[in-house]
């Protein structure tokens, strides 16, 4: 079974700093895409950025030049770094892990952009 386990989330002031991380353990062989997505209360989950275990990455309009997401495969640990936070970047996020057919999301982490 494969867990992940998410921490760094967290109260900043607007214009601040975070940095979220995400790591999986149980029985991997190789995970290929991880992730983080959020959601706002009242509002759908999205996606806020991806990466490849090649390293390509993708993220959401609303966070491009302002977050980026990086990994260490070794560890199969990622992370997402967010600066310039803004209130509308006040959400539950959530990690995910994919690998053939399966997938398996995080607990969340809340992160707190305060105006």
């Known amino acids: 079974q494969v867990q992940l386990v998410e921490s760094g989330g967290g109260l900043v002031q607007a214009g601040g700093s975070l940095r979220l991380s995400c790591a999986a353990s149980g029985r991997i062989r190789s995970i290929n895409t991880m992730g983080w997505y959020r959601q706002a209360p009242g509002k759908q989950r999205e996606l806020v950025a991806a990466i490849t275990a090649s390293g390509s990455s993708n993220y959401a309009d609303s966070v491009k030049g302002r977050f980026t997401i990086s990994r260490n495969n070794a560890k199969n640990t990622v992370y997402l770094q967010m600066n310039s936070l803004k209130s509308g970047d006040t959400a539950v996020y959530y990690c995910?892990?994919?690998?053939?057919?399966?997938?398996?999301w995080g607990q969340g982490t809340q992160v707190t952009v305060s105006s």
């Open positions: 995910k892990a994919d690998w053939g057919s399966f997938y398996v």
